[in-house]
């Protein structure tokens, strides 16, 4: 991919915007490599929770757990991704505000659509991506997925959201 | 003969049980009457009420009921309807009041479910309020706490509460007795998992030491390609460590044992032999644990509770407890077919802050429907679900190891890959549901 714009808060809008189609297009390692060697993917299990460090989470996983999560996905033996689920990403709202130089957060609001084993599933999720500017370009520095229904009961899930 | 009457123990025999105990609405509906509405089952943790008024809701059986602090510290258990018209009286997760105030019409009830008021009492005949237990919340007949656990039946009779635990009390006494001031705190919310499947698959599943090389391949396979990580000692080594476990060979989980009990509860041994996971860890922040666990109870006494290795402790019908890790799970049957867990984890009190955090980062690898391993195994519940709806065999096979039972000071030991934790569990289940009587 290439960013066409020179706007810094614009190109981290589009980061974001490309995370959720490599994930649409099944493309996790790409997916992957867009995310910082230190940073983290969180799914909070309750809402308005604030911390990782003093309650449940959904997912909490760094990059190092994250690229565990990938080499699974790769798996011919992954039981709950047979056949392969298929996602589209629709988002919107998006928002990018600059944290100082080289550190923008973007906000936007995410309707996932889930096709699992013939059925549809809904994910609604508030999303907010840390952007880092570092020596590879602009990377995910963190990704926090706040479901809607973050502490409803869910069937089991694979694939990042 | 009406289904009232009906004997279901003929569907679990000693070595095979038949697939419509997995798929039988009318099983289901014997089960949540013969077990469901009398056996004890786990309702909530005092922690979470800890003061007067303060109330929980939650379930027994299939009803909803809130669990409320009362005067003088006492617990009940208060179905959640008003008397008057049916309403729920409350409708968030938790709260804390001295009255319980029905939205509808506004009649009030105190902790132990007494009206204490209501509107317009002139328009009732003058012996309407003399019928106190007709204008009381219904409450379940029996509640009792262990070590603050809390219990309760909705069958005024029956065992009491040691003894329908017998000896699986152990993994809350494990549990409890790992807090250097003997006390744990429910903490850190709850984790939800649905799958459509019969609730007894979670709980055969959780003792199931044969399935994990098989439904968990591809995250050991995953966690064998960083090795590296597996080193690291805080919690993303945790969850490296917990992925490769799974990876054992047969002979290996042969040699763990599963405990089983009378009443069905089975526990079995831990498999965790290396790095942070294990029990015998020496880093730093265990160090700091074990000296304030020592010096609260003493050294030797310390060792003797670290020393109880296990893992999974199911208490039949639906509990499922890991003392080591601080965690407990609750299956709830919401349907033949629809099933609900739900985790929670527990502080132990005294102990340094970064065991909670360990323990919570456990329970999400461990029990999120997210987790690297959960979601297989319930992938694998709906897939059994579907199975047994299909043509082919009525009868399941559960007689892997039953040559090798053997008793020992009043447990079943069994080697780790025996099939006995199911076979306990439909001995109870076949006890219970041969009982008819009133509550059906």
Redo the contacts between chains.
């Keep these: 991919m290439t960013h066409i714009s020179s706007d810094p808060a614009r190109e981290a809008i589009e980061l974001v915007e490309c995370e959720a189609r490599l994930l649409d297009e099944r493309r996790f390692d790409d997916w992957l490599s867009l995310f910082a060697e230190d940073s983290w993917y969180w799914m909070p299990a309750s809402w308005g929770q604030n911390s990782p460090d003093d309650s449940l989470s959904l997912v909490f996983e760094d990059r190092r757990l994250l690229a565990l999560r990938v080499r699974r996905l790769a798996s011919p033996v992954i039981h709950v991704e047979q056949p392969s689920s298929r996602t589209h990403h629709h988002l919107s709202g998006l928002r990018a505000q600059s944290v100082s130089h080289d550190v923008f957060e973007v906000q936007s609001m995410q309707l996932i659509v889930m096709l699992r084993a013939a059925e549809k599933q809904l994910f609604s999720a508030h999303c907010q991506h840390q952007v880092v500017r570092g020596t590879q370009g602009l990377q995910i520095a963190a990704k926090t997925i706040r479901l809607i229904d973050c502490d409803s009961p869910h069937r089991g899930l694979a694939v990042p959201l | 003969m009406s289904l009232s009457d009906f004997d279901f123990s003929a569907l679990a025999s000693e070595s095979a049980v038949h697939r419509s105990v997995y798929t039988d609405p009318a099983v289901f509906a014997a089960e949540q009457a013969r077990i469901f509405r009398r056996a004890w089952l786990y309702v909530g943790h005092e922690s979470q009420v800890p003061s007067v008024g303060d109330w929980l809701l939650t379930r027994l059986g299939p009803d909803e009921m809130i669990l409320i602090r009362g005067e003088e510290g006492a617990l009940s258990l208060l179905h959640n309807r008003c008397p008057h018209r049916g309403a729920r009286l409350v409708a968030a997760e938790r709260g804390s009041s001295r009255h319980l105030i029905c939205p509808y019409h506004a009649w009030s009830f105190d902790p132990a479910g007494r009206l204490t008021g209501l509107p317009l009492p002139e328009g009732y005949a003058s012996t309407f309020l003399d019928d106190a237990s007709a204008r009381q919340v219904a409450r379940a007949p029996r509640l009792q706490s262990y070590r603050g656990f809390i219990f309760a039946s909705h069958a005024a009779e029956g065992p009491s509460l040691p003894e329908f635990l017998g000896g699986s009390a152990f993994a809350i006494d494990n549990l409890v007795d790992r807090a250097p001031s003997g006390r744990v705190t429910q ?10 499947g019969n609730w007894k698959l979670f709980m055969e599943n959780a003792v199931d030491l044969v399935h994990p090389g ?2 968990h ?3 050991v ?3 064998r ?2 090795r590296e ?1 597996a080193t690291l000692t805080g919690v ?1 080594g945790q ?2 460590q917990m ?1 490769l476990a799974n990876g054992l060979r047969p002979a290996e989980w042969n040699e763990l044992s599963i405990h089983g009990f009378s009443g069905g509860h089975v526990s079995m041994d831990s498999f965790y032999r290396q790095g942070v996971i294990a029990a015998q860890r020496d880093d730093p922040v265990f160090q700091r644990y074990f000296e304030a666990l020592a010096g609260a109870q003493g050294e030797e006494r310390a060792r003797e509770i670290l020393s109880i290795d296990r893992f999974n402790n199911l208490l039949w019908p639906n509990l499922s407890i890991n003392s080591r890790f601080q965690a407990m799970r609750v299956v709830q049957p919401l349907a033949v077919d629809l099933t ?4 929670w ?1 527990f502080a132990l009190e005294g102990a340094p802050e970064e065991m ?2 360990l323990t ?2 456990f ?2 690898a461990a029990a ?3 987790s ?1 391993v ?7 519940f709906e ?1 059994c679900q579907r199975g047994f709806a299909g043509a082919g065999p009525e009868w399941l096979d559960i007689s892997r190891g039953l040559a090798v039972d053997r008793e020992v000071d009043g447990e079943t030991i069994a080697p780790g890959t025996s099939e006995l934790p199911i076979r306990l569990q439909f001995a109870s289940w076949r006890h219970w549901m041969s009982q008819s009587g009133s509550a059906v």
Excluded: N
């Excluded at chain 2, 903490?187 to 459509?196: F, N, T």
């Excluded at chain 2, 609900?340 to 985790?343: G, I, L, M, P, R």
């Excluded at chain 2, 959960?374 to 694998?380: K, Q, T, V």
């Design positions: 903490v850190g919310g709850a984790l939800r998992m649905l799958y459509r098989f439904v391949a591809s995250a396979a995953a966690a390609a960083d990580a993303t969850v490296v992925q609900q867990v739900t985790s984890c909670t955090r919570l980062r329970l999400t999120s429907p997210v690297l959960a979601a297989d195994d319930l992938e694998l897939r």
